[in-house]
């Protein structure tokens, strides 16, 4: 296979339609669409989304 072929696919690695520009506003549409329908998220995984999100940027800090 060549380079285009392996790139091309029918969905990139963010389930994005091949080819979408995240300027297209019908591909936003269905992203807010489906965030829309999802459930809200509970208390635990509010605490462990931020929990994921607020650690140490240097592990090697952490272990000392």
Known sequence: ???TQTSVAAEDNLGRP???NHGDA???ARVRRIANAAPPLSDLQRA???AAFH????HKEQAA
């Open 55 to 58: 650690q140490p940027t240097d």
């Open 26 to 28: 019908a591909y936003w």
């Open 48 to 50: 462990r989304i931020r």
């Open 1 to 3: 296979m060549t380079q």
């Open 18 to 20: 091949a080819g979408a």
